[in-house]
T-cell receptor, first 115, second 115 residues
């Protein structure tokens, strides 16, 4: 099986722009989560989607949004980019959602640089 | 608040020596516990997991971890380190009493292997 695929791998944007990142989960996985990784804050949870619905949300401003499509693929969007949004954005997929023992598998990430 | 602590930011170990990485968590109930490894510029790879049962868990690449409820710890060990083990290691937990797969991560431990 192919792993979690994130595109693009690298992005350079300027302040004020917006950006969309894409994530294709492992085939058969229906839950997708997004994380932000920075040297200062470490790995932080952004949001989680299952069945095209946001199920969980981290403590990020409304500029960060996401969605999931019927084929379980997910996108996240960051509007009005700030310098502090420069980070590695990681997507993870798991088979299911709920009170079950799921394992999250991560993609290689998208490195976003905001100038 | 729920939290995960990895007390050691950096560890340097000689090739062939043993390695132990510490992880402590603060949760109301026993969470699901994970160790991930991240090589430079890469995503996170799952090393091992603990959901319940046997408190000594075997993982990939010769790693094992032991869950100690009394100490709220889930330390990672490897008997003999290889140069390829140089990477950053993250302990993570999922709240077993909540729906969803949200991972809360420790700050990470960077491992340097000396020849």
């Amino acid at each position: 099986k192919a792993g979690v695929t994130q595109t693009p791998r690298y992005l350079i944007k300027t302040r004020g722009q917006q950006v969309t990142l894409s994530c294709s989960p492992i085939s058969g996985h229906r839950s997708v989560s997004w994380y932000q990784q920075t040297p200062g804050q470490g790995l932080q949870f952004l949001f989680e989607y299952f069945s095209e619905t946001q199920r969980n949300k981290g403590n990020f401003p409304g500029r960060f949004s996401g969605r999931q499509f019927s084929n379980s693929r997910s996108e996240m969007n960051v509007s009005t980019l700030e310098l502090g949004d420069s980070a590695l954005y990681l997507c993870a997929s798991s088979e299911d959602w709920g009170w079950t023992k799921n394992i999250q598998y991560f993609g290689a990430g998208t490195r976003l640089s905001v100038l | 608040a729920q939290s995960v602590t990895q007390p050691d930011i950096h560890i340097t170990v000689s090739e062939g020596a043993s390695l132990e990485l510490r992880c402590n968590y603060s949760y109301g109930a026993t969470p699901y516990l994970f160790w991930y490894v991240q090589s430079p510029g890469q995503g996170l790879q799952l090393l091992l997991k603990y959901f319940s049962g046997d408190t000594l868990v075997q993982g990939i690449k010769g790693f094992e971890a032991e869950f100690k409820r009394s100490q709220s710890s889930f330390n990672l060990r490897k008997p003999s380190v290889h140069w390829s083990d140089a990477a950053e290691y993250f302990c993570a937990v999922v709240d077993s009493k909540a729906a969803g797969n949200k991972l809360t991560f420790g700050g990470g431990t960077r491992v340097l292997v000396k020849p």
